[in-house]
């Protein structure tokens, strides 16, 4: 925290961050990585060109649960703030939502496949009202919207709208602040999920159709990616609680902070190697060389600005949009 933690509220401009929780960056950027990863072909090819996707159908689970879940997460923790700190907290809520909704429609002239404008629908439909219930109702609507979507719609914005209020409700219940403490919980909460992971491959397997047979996404598929995610978050809450925790703060970390700009970025980045390389990415290989290429430019700039700044450039904006006025230049 800057001195300016201390100053009232029209001196700084903004109100102040509150106390980051290092494991929702480290998450927050572990999931980029693997958003990345699922979307660098189709941002290459324009969402048209991909006929069968190097790592299977499965890519596209790859960090979007994770950031769904944490979008409901900050969502409930900004709302805390908001109503400490506002006349109108859901009005702030809603110019954050309206922003987001802008950055993704000018995102969505580069690449059609944004999830922003997405989040910003869902959000105004779902999380902004939800403000209104208890905590037990939200935790409730989670528990029923998450397996209706898995059953009934095949994922899409319903499964959205479940993990955003499943976040939520975490958040909501006090669970956020203890995962940089806990190693325990997580270890338990990832055994089960292995469990339930291996007896959903194993109905999986049994529902396998024939090659090149165009079928939706079964149950079985879709709760194996949902579990898959859960042991992988677990697995690095886990590892969070070991010496290995600065190594995984240094990797993520800087992405995890400046998660929004480096996404916007990212389809940049792809689209300029995509035009001047001619490269489609549409070998595994060439996916994890191009995701890695671009990560580890984006983790050079994220680290160097981060030294200077406390949030990244498309963060700082969209604090302006939620509070409706200029924050000051966040230095570190």
């Given at each position: 925290?800057?001195?300016?933690?201390?100053?009232?509220?029209?001196?700084?401009?903004?109100p102040?961050?509150?106390?980051?929780?290092?494991?929702l960056?480290?998450?927050?950027?572990?999931?980029?990585?693997?958003?990345?990863?699922?979307?660098?072909?189709?941002?290459?090819?324009?969402?048209?060109?991909?006929?069968?996707?190097?790592?299977?159908?499965?890519?596209?689970?790859?960090g979007?649960?994770?950031?769904?879940?944490?979008f409901?997460?900050?969502?409930?923790?900004?709302s805390?703030?908001?109503?400490?700190?506002?006349?109108?907290?859901?009005?702030?809520?809603?110019?954050?939502?309206?922003?987001?909704?802008?950055?993704?429609?000018?995102?969505?002239?580069?690449?059609?496949?944004?999830?922003?404008?997405?989040?910003?629908?869902?959000?105004?439909?779902?999380?902004?009202?939800?403000?209104?219930?208890?905590?037990?109702?939200?935790?409730?609507?989670?528990?029923?919207?998450?397996?209706?979507a898995?059953?009934?719609?095949?994922?899409?914005?319903?499964?959205?709208?479940?993990?955003?209020?499943?976040?939520?409700?975490?958040a909501?219940?006090?669970?956020?602040?203890?995962?940089?403490?806990?190693?325990?919980?997580?270890?338990?909460?990832?055994?089960?999920?292995?469990?339930?992971?291996?007896?959903?491959?194993?109905?999986?397997a049994?529902?396998?159709?024939?090659?090149?047979?165009?079928?939706?996404?079964?149950?079985?598929?879709?709760?194996?990616?949902?579990?898959?995610?859960?042991?992988?978050?677990?697995?690095?809450?886990?590892?969070?609680g070991?010496?290995?925790?600065?190594?995984?703060?240094a990797?993520?970390d800087?992405?995890?902070?400046?998660?929004?700009?480096?996404?916007?970025?990212?389809?940049?980045?792809?689209?300029?190697?995509?035009?001047?390389l001619?490269?489609?990415?549409?070998?595994?290989?060439?996916?994890?060389?191009?995701?890695?290429?671009?990560l580890?430019?984006?983790?050079?700039?994220?680290?160097?600005?981060?030294?200077?700044?406390?949030?990244?450039?498309?963060?700082?904006?969209?604090?302006?949009?939620?509070?409706?006025?200029?924050?000051?230049?966040?230095?570190?």
């Open positions: 925290m800057t001195h300016e933690a201390s100053l009232p509220e029209h001196a700084t401009g903004a102040p961050d509150r106390t980051r929780v290092v494991a960056d480290v998450l927050r950027g572990f999931a980029l990585c693997g958003i990345l990863v699922a979307n660098i072909q189709l941002i290459a090819n324009a969402d048209t060109a991909v006929v069968t996707p190097p790592m299977g159908g499965a890519q596209a689970w790859l979007l649960p994770v950031f769904s879940l944490l409901g997460i900050g969502f409930s923790l900004l805390d703030s908001a109503a400490d700190r506002a006349p109108r907290p859901r009005l702030v809520l809603l110019r954050r939502l309206l922003a987001l909704l802008a950055i993704g429609l000018v995102h969505m002239l580069l690449w059609r496949g944004d999830i922003l404008t997405v989040y910003a629908v869902v959000g105004l439909l779902v999380l902004l009202p939800s403000t209104w219930l208890p905590r037990w109702a939200v935790a409730g609507l989670a528990a029923v919207l998450v397996p209706t898995l059953i009934g719609a095949g994922g899409g914005p319903l499964l959205i709208a479940g993990l955003f209020l499943s976040g939520s409700a975490l909501r219940y006090g669970m956020v602040q203890r995962i940089d403490r806990s190693v325990r919980g997580p270890a338990l909460l990832g055994l089960v999920f292995a469990a339930g992971e291996a007896l959903a491959l194993w109905a999986q049994d529902a396998q159709v024939s090659p090149g047979t165009a079928q939706p996404p079964t149950l079985a598929f879709l709760l194996t990616g949902l579990l898959l995610t859960g042991v992988y978050v677990c697995a690095l809450l886990v590892l969070l070991t010496p290995l925790r600065p190594v995984l703060r990797v993520f800087p992405l995890g902070r400046m998660a929004l700009t480096n996404y916007l970025t990212a389809t940049v980045l792809v689209l300029a190697t995509a035009h001047v001619g490269l489609r990415f549409a070998s595994l290989a060439e996916v994890l060389l191009g995701s890695g290429a671009v580890s430019a984006q983790w050079v700039f994220s680290t160097l600005w981060l030294r200077r700044f406390r949030q990244g450039p498309v963060e700082w904006l969209w604090r302006w949009a939620t509070w409706g006025r200029r924050p000051r230049p966040r230095t570190v």
